[in-house]
């Protein structure tokens, strides 16, 4: 199977298996739903493995199925895209897996699965996406499954908060389809390799940015992420670490670090509005008392981290937040499977009620402490190293007051990590105790955990992948100077 076919049998296994798990439902074998989500995201996962080495050695390739003129399902095969289906595939694997102890007594598991496995297939079609058309059709898809897997609990306040999520990313899409309409009639193309080395218009810049803000719940876009922490857990985590939100981050990734150029006044105010929403909302995480929207709070913070690293435009900047993707999906996916043991265990999501936990789950305690650890940037783990060289590539680029308050920043992201780890697991119980998680969602938090670790110490295999991403990234600006 040439390169090619494998790349668009990442997008296919999990879009049309989807389709398998409400058939598997209806004919009343409800249970192996959960199995059959497992496998199929687990073969795209292992479907990303025989592009690893093409991507390592620098290889880029393309596949186009023509529909109309300028609208065609273009594919784009080089590293950046490859880590990103990596990444993101790896992560749901590990959810869809957690998700069999987490949703095994719900009702609704045939619906819960279908739109999970849909929600990958969602991300693999948008990170191997070269049209902007397309690109914006599976950025629907995700904001459809975003919206029903927020609400669905069913309770009024949960579907109100669902619609929220769902009427803020579905309404910055709109306007960011806005921007790509106007992209077109100015240059006549919906192709983004086309579009390389093209200058975007103020206007078409808002636009698309507002897609993007909405999408990555960035500030001042950002309230629906705290609020869908109604859903599961293993959704949030979804949303938070694999899916959701990171799809804003390789959008703008795609679109300008590898695509079309901004602006150095309109770069500015987009390094400050990053800054600001990585800010604030670590500050807002410090004051919180619920786990879910604490949590919540630390991804809008550490999402504006990585916006920083991209928007720099330097080669530290755009390799520490490719990094950051990873480490970050790693730790906050450990992070918030650990609430879900938490909250099923306590029956609440309020760590005022908590405390002395470490005792009564001391796996999920370790666990929680090393991904928070990671968030916070402590060495050895990955978030330490990514976090550096995103504060590297700030300087690299002459930003020194924004790379001094990135720091200041992260010091805030270890006070809320540490005070959280203090006030669920250490002193004396506050409110109900209980025992630790099904060995499948324990063993799954470890499986996170130790990734969150050991990708600290084999920091040489994800930094070549992204390294390569940069040289391509680079070798596309240079050759577009010499046209």
């Known amino acids: 199977m040439g390169i090619e076919s494998q790349a668009l049998s ?50 880029i390739s393309e596949l186009s199925f023509p529909f109309y003129r300028w609208i065609a399902f273009s594919m784009n095969i080089d590293a950046l895209a490859i880590f990103m289906a990596f990444t993101a595939s790896l992560i749901a694997a590990l959810i869809a897996i957690y998700s069999l102890g987490y949703i095994e007594h719900s009702e609704h598991e045939p619906e819960y699965y279908f739109i999970v496995t849909l929600f990958v297939g969602a991300m693999m079609g948008l990170v191997f996406s070269r049209n902007l058309i397309f690109l914006y059709l599976f950025w629907e898809i995700s904001a459809l499954a975003c919206w029903r897997l927020i609400g669905y609990f069913r309770d009024p306040e949960y579907v109100w908060k669902a619609d929220k999520a769902f009427l803020i990313t579905f309404g910055g899409a709109v306007f960011m ?18 579009l390389r080395g093209k200058e975007i218009g103020i206007a078409a810049l808002v636009l698309v940015m507002a897609g993007v803000f909405s999408k990555s719940a960035t500030v001042p876009l950002h309230t629906w992420l705290p609020d869908a922490g109604v ?9 938070h670490a694999a899916i959701l939100v990171k799809i804003g981050l390789y959008a703008f990734a795609r679109l300008f670090c590898n695509g079309m150029v901004i602006r150095p006044e309109a770069q500015t105010w987009l390094l400050v509005l990053a800054l600001i929403s990585a800010f604030v909302s670590a500050s807002a995480a410090l004051h919180e008392t619920n786990i879910k929207r604490l949590l919540a709070y630390s991804t809008v913070s550490q999402i504006g981290y990585t916006f920083l690293g991209l928007i720099v435009f330097t080669h530290y900047g755009y390799i520490g ?16 499977l650990c609430a879900g043991i938490i909250e099923h265990g306590t029956h609440t999501k309020d760590m005022t009620r908590m405390g002395g936990l470490y005792k009564k789950m001391p796996v999920t305690a370790v666990c929680y402490l090393i991904c928070a650890l990671s968030i916070a940037g402590i060495p050895p783990m990955m978030g330490f190293f990514s976090k550096y060289f995103v504060i590297n ?25 540490l005070k959280s780890f203090h006030v ?18 324990v063993g799954v938090v470890a499986v996170l955990a130790v990734l969150t670790v050991v990708s600290g110490f084999l920091l040489q295999l994800p930094f070549n992948l992204v390294k390569v991403a940069d040289s391509q990234r680079l070798v596309d600006a240079v050759s577009l100077l010499w046209r």
């Open 10 to 59: 990442v997008i296919l296994v999990p879009l049309l298996g989807s389709l398998l798990i409400p058939l598997t439902g209806w004919a009343g074998r409800r249970k192996a739903t959960g199995w059959l989500a497992v496998l199929i995201i687990g073969a795209t996962h292992v479907l990303t493995w025989p592009l690893l080495r093409p991507a390592l050695s620098g290889h």
């Open 177 to 194: 389809l806005l921007g790509f309409a106007l992209i077109f009639a100015q240059y006549g193309t919906f192709d983004i390799a086309e």
């Open 231 to 239: 859903a599961p857990s293993t959704i949030t985590s979804l949303l």
């Open 321 to 336: 937040a490719l990094l950051y993707i990873m480490a970050h999906g790693f730790a906050k996916g450990g992070l918030f």
């Open 393 to 417: 590539g700030l300087v690299e680029g002459g930003h020194f007051t924004i790379a001094t308050l990135a720091i200041l920043t992260a010091i805030v992201t270890l006070l809320y990590m």
């Open 424 to 441: 669920v697991f250490l002193g004396e119980p506050r409110g109900i105790s209980h025992h630790e998680g099904s060995p499948v969602m």
